[in-house]
């Protein structure tokens, strides 16, 4: 494969020839899992190598159930995008023209490519972009939108043999992409979103685990199973700077549940009298992080 065919939609397309019902028994199977099993499958296909077609293919099957429950790739168990720059292209042609991709290469577009479809579904085809030409990675027909898919990721070769692609701040700032739905990222994470990311769970070790945990102590005692859910709600509600309208969506991120704005907002109430957090971000009202 070269530089410029990299695209997961073609590769799934060619390993399924011939195989359509093997194909459709997967992605029943994907559906009737939980997002726990889906992760583990997810980390298990991330250890293959993508040199390999089929395990190109089966992440995107596997991505694409997640993004249908709403999950978003920072939640996914994926490996951590690795952020070096890939190695020069292999086997150079006689003409001067790049040689196949390499493994690094590769794995960064895969997770570009999930990011982008995960945007695609939870930004919606209203949302407008900076570049003129990415446009169509909204656009709700398919064929349009994988097409702009390939334009965003195009691959450039520069002097020294350098390979990569558009940076990931670049790309996002064409692409019109939120500060807060950055945090949802994991192909195209900037290196403060990821660290956002990375505080916030630390926070939910150090600050809210063992004041929410205490909460079973209590006259009438939280299960297991209602202060790992009330983590969650921490971390989402930490991750929004306190807003119940992003938390709500950073809560579908990590789990696929629905919960509304006015619901997270009595749960915020409710863990800042039970919890005791005084915090700016529990106190305030801010407004959405867009």
């Given amino acids: 494969m070269l530089l410029r065919e990299f695209n997961p939609i073609k590769i799934l397309a ?53 993004t249908r429950r709403g999950i978003a790739p920072g939640w996914r168990q994926a490996p951590q995008f690795v952020k070096a720059l890939p190695p020069p292209p292999r086997a150079p042609h006689s003409d001067g023209t790049p040689g196949p991709l ?34 169509g990675v909204f656009l709700a027909n398919d064929d349009q939108a994988w097409a702009a898919f390939a334009r965003v990721n195009a691959v450039q070769s520069a002097g020294g043999g350098k390979v990569s692609t558009q940076t990931p701040w670049q790309t996002l700032a064409w692409l019109n992409v939120s500060k807060f739905d950055k945090l949802a990222l994991e192909g195209l994470i900037d290196r403060d979103a990821g660290a956002l990311r990375q505080s916030a769970r630390n926070r939910v070790e150090a600050k809210y685990e063992p004041a929410v945990e205490g909460l079973k102590d209590r006259k009438f005692p939280l299960t297991q199973e209602q202060v790992a859910q009330r983590l969650i709600y921490c971390e989402a509600l930490d991750l929004a700077r306190g807003s119940p309208t992003d938390a709500a969506r950073a809560v579908r991120w990590m789990t ?35």
Avoid: Y
Avoid at 259 to 271: F, Y
């Fill in 14 to 66: 060619k390993v399924s020839v011939g195989q359509a019902e093997k194909w459709q028994r997967l992605d029943l199977l994907l559906r009737r899992q939980t997002a726990q099993q889906l992760r583990a499958r997810n980390a298990h296909w991330h250890e293959q190598p993508t040199g390999l077609d089929k395990a190109i293919a089966v992440l995107w099957v596997i991505n694409e159930e997640f």
């Fill in 102 to 135: 390499g493994e690094t290469l590769r794995r960064k577009l895969l997770l570009r490519w999930i990011d982008l479809a995960w945007l695609r579904h939870e930004l919606g085809p209203a949302h407008q972009t900076k570049k003129v030409a990415w446009r």
């Fill in 256 to 290: 696929g549940e629905t919960i509304t704005r006015q619901s997270m907002h009595q749960m915020k109430l409710k863990l800042t009298e039970q919890c005791g957090f005084r915090t700016l971000a529990w106190r305030a009202q801010p407004k959405s992080q867009h």
